[in-house]
């Protein structure tokens, strides 16, 4: 059975740090982008970093310089770790794998909340 499994998320001081680890089974990620994305309440979900196969990575302007995505193929893992958290970073956080060939394949996880309050 493919599962993503997120972990990691709370409640943090705004400044603070988490960080976020998925874990995927019932597949291999080696061949998937993996991405993190993120739902605040009333609003859409959106991506927040990816980290592709060959280890390219890519965010959104809002978490540069704050955020960093990593991967481990060898245990099956990505990971966020978010620094320097504001307000406007609570949400919950999904873990998305994706790859487009031989097939297209895409699978999320359930979330995990992250709540930056004082």
């Known amino acids: 059975q493919v599962q993503l499994v997120e972990s990691g998320g709370g409640l943090v001081q705004p400044g603070g740090s988490l960080k976020l680890s998925c874990v995927a089974s019932?597949?291999?990620?080696?061949?998937?982008?993996m991405s993190w994305y993120r739902q605040a309440p009333g609003k859409e979900r959106e991506p927040v970093a990816t980290?592709?196969?060959?280890?390219?990575?890519n965010y959104t302007h809002s978490v540069k310089g704050r955020f960093t995505v990593s991967r481990d193929n060898a245990k099956n893992q990505v990971y966020l770790q978010m620094n320097s958290l504001r307000h406007e970073d609570t949400a919950v956080y999904y873990c998305?794998?994706?790859?487009?060939?031989?097939?297209?394949?895409?699978?999320w996880g359930q979330g995990t909340q992250v709540t930056v309050s004082a």
């Open positions: 980290i592709a196969k060959f280890g390219q990575t």
């Open positions: 019932g597949f291999k990620i080696t061949t998937y982008a």
């Open positions: 998305h794998a994706q790859k487009i060939f031989p097939t297209l394949d895409t699978y």
